[in-house]
């Protein structure tokens, strides 16, 4: 066995679904604030577009980096967002998102070498850092600073150890966005450096910033594409999570690399799926933009309702639907405070803890009616105060 599968971690949230769906099974009614997933459906032209392609098109093997026109589609959306020139050559579709970050990281890690990642920060990235035998070397978002990144936070932490930085944002848990003065800080430093550090963006949630005037993706500013690795994908933007459809773009000295990882784990991605991630991508119909704001609404009521509960304190979060809620005060650890919701109030949310940070928080999400938020929000009120 491989000693360092036992460095590998599970994710909570899957475990909070799976418990959550026990409790549905046994006749307990679940609100969901766990898993980050929108609960809307996927465009009707999506849908219809893969079922045209189940039925017409052809159902062998694609292209293990995707087919031709998916990537000529993601290329064409970063020139018209960006103005960056893409070659289709230099982007992976994959099964999700969640591949790239293996496929980056582990690319990039050699022994012992050092890979900066926010705290808290989605766990899939320590588990896969650790995983490969890299060390994971943490940046604080703090939340004095409403969980914003803090440019110097970074650039002390960088050392000629230093392989990867990776960057999310908006960020799971906290909603955070990187403001532009930040992140031109940090690629200027970066890129500067007299050795190569390469930089992952993970930009899943690029579609759902509330603020008009805050960067969406790193291409914006960079003027080095040669150690940008750019992750995306429609699981949370066309609310595909269960679709599994991401993509990453990667630099020429490692895309060749980047197809390896892809012919020898997935092959390629379902072609019905990548018939219906063009449509989706060429089409939008401003099904983003209505997405955005549905959660915007949803975030504020929640954000509002959170902070009338005695205990509980939370920022208004710059995007994605996620709320880092501050649960110090109620005296209760955070794994108990996600038991109390669960178990006694029926509401699902996750224990800040797999994020990194310690104790204090629980992340909740806005992937719920209105209604429902409303209700939980009651429920949580009615114990606490
Ligand atoms: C920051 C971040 N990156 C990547 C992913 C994985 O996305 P996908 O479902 O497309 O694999 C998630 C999912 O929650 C996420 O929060």
Known sequence: MNKNIHFMENENAFKVLSRAQKLEKQGGKIINLGIGQPDLNPPKYVIEEAINALKNENHGYSNAKGMLKLRETISNEYQSLYKQNIDPDNIIVSPGAKPIIYMAISMLSEYNCEILLSNPSFPIYSSVIKYCGAR?????????????????????????????????????????????????????????????VFILSDEIYSKIIFNPNIPTSVLQYSNNLENLIIINGLSKSFSMTGWRIGWGL????????????????????????QFAAISALVKDFNYTENLKNIFNSRVSLMVKGINQINGFQCKHPSGSFYCFVNIKNTNLSSSEVQNILLEQLGIATIDGNDFGSDNNYIRVSSCTSKENIKIALEKIGNYFN
């Open 250 to 273: 990667f630099p020429h000295c490692l895309i060749n690399n980047a197809e390896k990882y892809a012919v020898n784990i997935f092959s390629c991605v379902n072609n019905f799926t």
């Open 136 to 196: 994971p070397v943490y940046y604080n978002l703090k939340e004095e600073n409403n969980f914003d990144l803090i440019a110097d936070d970074i650039i002390e932490k960088i050392t000629d150890k230093t392989k990867l930085v990776i960057l999310n944002s908006p960020c799971n848990p906290t909603g955070s966005v990187i403001k532009t003065k930040e992140l031109k800080k940090l690629l200027n430093f970066i890129e500067n450096l007299p050795y190569k």
